[in-house]
């Protein structure tokens, strides 16, 4: 049967079978958003320990010593970390209350990772008292760290945030040079009440090859901290190890091509002929790569054989000869089969102009990332809304609750070839990383989405939406 709503180009989710089961359940669906509300985040967390164990296989057969820990600002339920914790992985945190409920959760101190980018007071202080390694981004706050260290105290252990030198790799705001942070531990008065016991990076972008330059990096800055009498246990290559939302790479790639042939003003395939920051038939950079050749085993298994720059060893046997442990910080690709948003439409209606649009129960910044769009197709579950007589084959962009003109869901235009109508349901697949949570907001008084787990037909509310509103 072909699908009720795809885009006009489609991009066609790759669909994990707890999702196509909720899909093919209409009354399931209009059920969950009766008793929560629309939008809604739905959660299956069983394709995380797939996604873990792909890591896992991927290092073991290269005898590399490995431990994963999942970067939590992706997705901010607390069944997530229930699930992290239930395959023994640790945890990143990049906030004081991130790091709060995972140690309440139960999360132990040796299994986090405080990665944030801006420290508070009141999160270094935590990681204090519970002896979490904090990765340090810069001298200020290792300085701030020395003062509260206690003297005579357990030294505090700590990453060094190291920013690459290599011309391979672009600037980053995040972290020190090697250089600089040697220069700094060699004149510290007192350098016993820090412990530093690993070395830390986080790239941008998702190229393997980078990584294994940096992770060379980071083994010889090692070596050169072992020297300086800190013994350094573990490297951390952060996240961004990729993941694929679309099985198909000729719908990806065709969409680019056919975007870059669109004439100037033509809304057939996007909002105002939104190149969505494409300047050719290439994928845009500014978006997330939806189909990518190399995921997770695979792409970490090519940077653990990668040769170092003499060509004498690999990046696996240089952590082997030292007894170092590799750590990395999935985000989204541990996430990757987590989540699904459920959505009502709320109105069908034309733009001035007469384009058509479908109004949703939702805002923007319920299903978006950082970049500009989600370019993965929804699915219109059948049955929820009004007959299926006398609907008529329908398309247009799908908009939001935000008084802006702009507030459009998904930047494609989508095809119904068997109409849409007030009341039926929209599934956005795959949402689990990022897409719910990143950049949501409450603007206009317009509460945020409930996030549920579900247990076979069962929805259980996530704690996060219990104690969500009582941070401060
Ligand atoms: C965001 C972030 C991650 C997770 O990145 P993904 O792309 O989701 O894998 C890991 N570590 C750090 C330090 C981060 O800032």
């Not at 992985?89 to 209350?97: E, K, L, R, Y």
Request: glycine share 10%; proline share 6%; aromatic share 6%.
């Amino acid at each position: 049967m072909p699908p009720l709503m795809h885009g006009t180009l489609p991009l066609t989710a790759r669909l994990e079978p707890w999702m196509k089961n909720l899909v093919e359940d209409p009354q399931l669906c209009k059920d969950l958003l009766s008793e929560y509300g629309s939008p809604l985040n739905v959660h299956d967390y069983s394709a995380m320990g797939r996604n873990i164990a792909q890591l896992r296989d991927a290092a073991a057969g290269q005898g590399v010593d490995f431990q994963v820990y999942l970067a939590r600002k992706a997705n901010k339920t607390l069944g997530a970390i229930d699930k992290a914790m239930a395959e023994g992985c640790g945890v990143d945190v990049a906030s004081f209350h991130e790091l709060e409920q995972c140690l309440q959760r139960g999360v132990s101190p040796e299994s986090l990772i405080v990665t944030a980018a801006v420290k508070s007071r009141a999160l270094l202080q935590r990681a204090v008292e519970h002896h979490v390694v904090l990765s340090l981004d810069n001298t200020d706050e290792a300085l701030q760290l020395l003062e509260m260290a206690k003297p005579g105290g357990k030294s505090v252990p700590v990453a060094l945030r190291l920013a690459s030198g290599s011309p391979q790799i672009p600037p980053t705001r995040f972290g020190l040079s090697t250089q600089t942070w040697l220069d700094f531990f060699a004149e510290l008065d007192h350098p016993e009440a820090i412990s530093v016991t690993g070395v830390h990076f986080h790239l941008n972008g998702y190229s393997g090859e980078q990584r294994a330059v940096v992770l060379q990096e980071a083994l010889e800055f090692a070596d050169a901290l072992g020297q300086l009498g800190h013994p350094v246990k573990f490297v951390d290559m952060g996240g961004g190890i990729p993941m694929s939302y679309l099985d198909d790479s000729n719908q990806w790639n065709g969409f680019w091509q056919a975007l870059a042939e669109l004439p100037e003003g033509d809304e057939s395939l996007t909002w105002k002929s939104d190149r969505l920051g494409a300047t050719g038939p290439q994928p845009s950079t500014a978006l997330y790569p939806y189909h990518q050749q190399l995921i997770r085993g695979p792409w970490l298994e090519q940077i653990l054989a990668a040769c170092s720059s003499d060509g004498t060893q690999s990046i696996a046997q240089m952590l082997r000869a030292r007894g170092i442990q590799l750590r990395c910080e999935p985000g989204r690709s541990l996430l990757d089969g987590c989540g699904l948003t459920l959505t009502e439409v709320a109105f069908t209606k034309q733009r001035s102009d007469g384009v058509s649009l479908v109004g949703l129960h939702m805002n923007r910044t319920q299903c978006r990332s950082a970049g500009a769009d989600f370019l993965v197709d929804p699915i219109l579950v059948t049955g929820a809304g009004r007959h299926a007589q006398g609907r008529s084959p329908y398309s247009g962009f799908l908009v939001g609750a935000y008084c802006i003109e702009e507030e459009v869901i998904l930047r494609r235009r989508f095809e119904f070839p068997q109409g849409v109508s007030k009341g039926d349901i929209i599934a956005f697949p795959n949402t689990g990383g990022y897409l719910m949570h990143i950049i949501e907001s409450a603007s206009h008084q317009l509460p945020l989405a409930k996030n549920v787990r579900l247990e076979g037909s069962q929805a259980v509310l996530d704690d996060i939406d219990q104690i969500g509103a009582g941070l401060g």
